[in-house]
Every structure is written in C-alpha cells, then in structure tokens.
C-alpha cells in the first residue's frame, strides 16, 4: 500500500504489527513506544521528511487511552502527578515542534539529536541499576509487584460486582512545593517545580522529537526522583498522550506557514501504527504486574541505548 504524504510503499498489515509488539513491552515502563516507531519508520521504512515527527504523535494519540484505562481500573492513576507533567510539557511541545522545523529538517542532523537524548537516557539508568542501593530497591520493588497483583485480583471481583475499585494510590499533599502519595504504606515526596521544570525540559525535545516525552520523563521518574515505576507509568502515558494532541494539531498548523515541506502528519499511516499501539499498550499495561521492575528497567535501558548507538552510527557513516 502506497502512503502518500510519507512517500512510502508498505504491507497495510505492517505498522500495526510492529506497533503491536513494541508497545506491550514498553507500556509496562510508562512509554508509549513511539520513540521506538520514529527510527523504525525512518530507517526501514524511509519515512525522513519532519512530517514522520507528527506521524509518530498521531500514534500516540491513537494508542494511549487503552493503556491508561488500565492503571486508571487498578488504581494506579496518581492524578497530580499527571497535572504538573501536562503543564510543564505542553509549552515545550509548541518550541520542540518549531525548533524541528525550523531548524532539524534534515534527517542525519535530527538523528544525532536524538542520539544524544537518548544515550543520556539510557546511561543513566543503566547507572541506577548498577548502583549501590540496587538491592533495597529490589526488595521494595518485589513487595510492589506482589501488592500490584494482589489489588488487581480485588479489582477483578470487584469489577465483577459493579463496584469502584479501591485505589492503590493515595494523595497526601499537593501544593506549589510539594508533590506526595502513599503507595502501599509507602511515602513518596517531590518537588512539585523539580517536576514541573523536568516536564518543561521534556516538552521541548520531546516536540523535537515526536514521541510526546513518554519515552524521557518515566525513566527520569523512575532514576532520579525514585518514584516506583508502578506508579509513574500512568501518569507518564497520560502526559504523553496531552501533549500529542498538542503536537499534532501544532504540526497541522505549521504545514499551512511551510507548504513547501511535509509537516502534516500521515493520517493513514499514523492511526495504522495507533491500532496496533492501542492492542499492545492495553495488554502491556494489564500485563505490568507480573514482569519484577528490574526486567522493565533493563528492557527501556537495553532498547534506549541500542537505539541510541544506532543513530550515531548512522550519522558518522558506519
């Protein structure tokens, strides 16, 4: 099938297969996926005009509500969390998106930004696994995973009687200082403008980049603020998905200032990729509670890197 705006021919079954397999890994760490489907469009399909950045949110657009559904019914959903992020990133999706435009329209310059993002990433998490306190956060990360399953089984009997589910997540405080919820008996405190500096940050590049800033900010979550990753993901996914309906409709706009170039996204293309996402993302998310934390941590550092190495082997001619 021939895909007009991306300038491309591929199999209809193609992209909704591909999307499929990455987002049921990468939901379980809080990641749409889309920072995986950029260089898979880019570098198997051909897909390099700016107009794959838009593309690449229109999948997000269609795939997150499912995985997001599936925290919300455990319980998992810590809402504030989800507000600082949405505030802080949907200005910086509007700079990142004029930023690629303006000034990374050619593929081999975007592909070393994102090489860059993304190794930092990727070291820095490879770095709190192999930190000193990896043992403690193990354990704790254990007793979380048995407590996730235990809830989402009260979830399912519950669910089978028409009652709300009791959440998992409770709120403490929530101020212009201070961001905190209990988890399980366990206290978690943030600087509500470390959260919201970070997210600022990462609607920047992630408007850059076309991945909503998913793929950045959970494992940022997870690295440097200790926030367990059963309890980011959500928010990071809904964040993700705010900020790509901005993005995309950022984008639509900006093909009517630069008509000379391909900015829109690939309507087709992009809720193809989205209905294979959607699949993936809500059995991933169902699925979370039974993969320990370590292994999703390793899996976003493992793929994070590989990508990462790629792009810069790529730009350099290797």
């Not at 899996?299 to 790629?310: D, K, N, P, S, Y």
């Given at each position: 099938m021939y895909f007009e705006t991306a300038g491309i021919e591929v199999a209809i079954w193609v992209p909704p297969l591909v999307a499929f397999v990455i987002s049921f890994f990468t939901?379980?760490?809080?990641?749409s996926g889309a920072f995986l489907i950029l260089p898979f469009q880019m570098s198997f399909l051909g897909y390099t005009s700016p107009s794959v950045s838009a593309t690449n949110q229109l999948y997000n657009i269609v795939a997150i509500p499912s995985g997001v559904y599936r925290y919300f019914r455990e319980?998992?959903?810590?809402?504030?969390?989800?507000?600082?992020?949405?505030?802080?990133?949907?200005?910086?999706?509007?700079?990142?998106?004029?930023?690629?435009?303006?000034?990374?329209?050619?593929p081999a310059n975007f592909k070393l930004f994102a090489a860059c993002v993304l190794l930092?990433?990727?070291?820095?998490?490879?770095?709190?696994?192999?930190?000193?306190?990896?043992?403690d956060k193990s354990q704790s990360e254990k007793r979380f995973q048995a407590l996730v399953r235990e809830h989402a089984a009260k979830v399912r009997q519950l669910g089978a009687k028409n009652c709300e589910p009791l959440p998992a997540v409770a709120v403490t405080h929530f101020n212009l200082k201070r961001l905190g919820y209990t988890f399980y008996?366990?206290?978690?405190?943030?600087?509500?403008w470390g959260i919201f500096a970070l997210s600022a940050v990462v609607g920047v590049v992630g408007g850059i980049y076309g991945i909503g800033g998913g793929a950045i900010i959970a494992p940022f979550f997870v690295a440097y603020f200790k926030l367990?990753?059963?309890?980011?993901?959500?928010?990071?996914?809904?964040?993700?998905?705010?900020?790509?309906?901005?993005?995309?409709?950022?984008?639509?706009?900006?093909?009517l200032i630069y008509p000379e170039m391909s900015i829109a996204p690939d309507w087709l293309l992009g809720i193809l990729f989205g209905i294979g996402g959607m699949a993936g993302m809500y059995l991933g998310a169902r699925f979370q509670k039974f993969v320990p934390a370590n292994a999703i941590k390793w899996?976003?550092?493992?793929?994070?890197?590989?990508?990462?190495?790629?792009y810069v082997a790529a730009f350099f001619g290797f």
């Open positions: 939901s379980m760490g809080g990641v319980g998992r959903m810590v809402w504030p969390l989800t507000w600082v992020v949405i505030a802080g990133t949907l200005p910086g999706v509007f700079i990142g998106a004029f930023l690629r435009v303006k000034y990374m329209p050619h930092y990433i990727g070291v820095r998490m490879v770095k709190d696994l192999t930190g000193k306190n990896t043992g008996g366990e206290q978690f405190d943030v600087s509500f367990p990753v059963y309890t980011v993901a959500g928010a990071a996914l809904m964040g993700t998905f705010v900020t790509s309906v901005a993005g995309v409709i950022f984008y639509q706009a900006l093909a899996m976003l550092a493992g793929i994070i890197v590989f990508t990462a190495l790629r």
